[in-house]
């Protein structure tokens, strides 16, 4: 086979490839690690980045991106925290619609003002962390009832109702992203503007919809946590950028722009999510997972440029 042709498999299957190294060597060094309920919790532990990957994945591939997620994500479940009160409708509706205000926000910058996506998300993560901070009074908020719980910690069949609903938003965002004018028109903003204009896709339209639909992805994010630990503080959130926009690229999406897809996206959360159940089997300090993710960013950069040199 001809070498040209192998790299590109490598290069096309590459995450795959990590994940079955890591699931060999983690089974070899934990017997735990192989059994359903471990595997289950690895999906449970991805599930808030995961959905919020969706969003920023869409974004992505616009040649956009969301530094304020962690932050829209915080406010979402310091909003669902204030409004518990009211019943679980309030709660709901008022955190998505909050967090998809600061989505539409970010795009009216974007799309509208010009903004690049970096700086005008930078203002928002700021912004919107200094505004939970002040409404929490700089402190951490407990809910009101623990009816929630019932929610962030129950399960179907053994699944966790956080992670069917994370695993169902993936596959219905995936299958609309490939398979549908709209994914299409979402590709060729990022791979070709020019021709996308030419056809008459309203660009600007369509990124201010997907950084609102990225607030809102967030406000789901934010209500998950919520029903996880019954508490708001400025403090959530903290590296969820990061991590969001690590998985998507280690899923191969490329910053560039029109190229990648849900289903990658989908295989580097897994990565990570696979690392940090591994260290914490392993009881491995959780800060070398900040290493290990740099080096598996520049592992898939230097295999990408390896394969785009060789066809050159």
């Known amino acids: 086979m001809n070498t040209n042709i192998i790299l590109k498999r490598i290069n096309e299957n590459k995450v795959i490839i990590i994940i079955i190294l890591l699931i060999i060597l983690l ?29 920023m994945t869409i974004l992505i591939l616009q040649k956009n991106f969301d530094l304020s997620v962690g ?27 909050a967090s998809s205000l600061a989505g539409l926000i970010n795009g009216i910058m974007v799309s509208y003002l010009r903004f690049n996506s970096f700086v005008a998300t930078l203002a928002m993560m700021f912004f919107l962390k200094g505004l939970v901070f002040y409404i929490v009074n700089g402190e951490t908020v407990k809910g009101i009832t623990q009816y929630y719980y019932k929610f962030g910690y129950g399960t179907l069949l053994k699944i966790p109702y956080p992670a069917i609903v994370f695993l169902v938003l993936i596959t219905v965002s995936g299958i609309l992203l490939s398979k549908t004018k709209l994914g299409r028109h979402i590709y060729a903003i990022g791979g070709n503007p020019i021709a996308a204009q030419y056809f008459g896709i309203n660009e600007k339209a369509f990124i201010t919809s997907s950084f609102v639909l990225t607030g809102a992805l967030c406000g ?11 508490i708001a503080s400025g403090a959530l959130g903290l590296y969820t950028n990061i991590d ?46 900040q290493v290990i993710k740099g080096f598996l960013l520049v592992l898939v950069i230097v295999i990408d440029s390896i394969v785009t040199v060789r066809r050159k």
Request: glycine letters at 12%; aromatic letters at 8%; a neutral charge.
């Open 220 to 230: 789901i994010a934010g209500l998950i946590i919520m029903t996880r630990v019954n």
């Open 244 to 289: 969001v926009i690590a998985a998507v690229i280690i899923g191969g999406t490329l910053f560039s722009g029109g190229y990648g897809d849900l289903f990658k996206t989908f295989q580097g959360i897994l990565v990570l999510g696979i690392i940090a159940n591994g260290m914490t089997l392993l009881n491995i300090q959780s800060y070398l997972q």
């Open 27 to 55: 089974s070899f060094l934990s017997p735990v690690f192989h059994t359903y309920e471990n595997i289950v919790n690895v999906i449970f532990e991805i599930t808030v980045e995961g959905i919020i990957a969706i969003g």
């Open 71 to 97: 932050s829209n994500l915080a406010l979402a479940a310091t909003v669902a925290i204030l409004l518990q009160r009211y019943g679980p409708v309030v709660t709901i509706i008022g955190a998505i619609l």
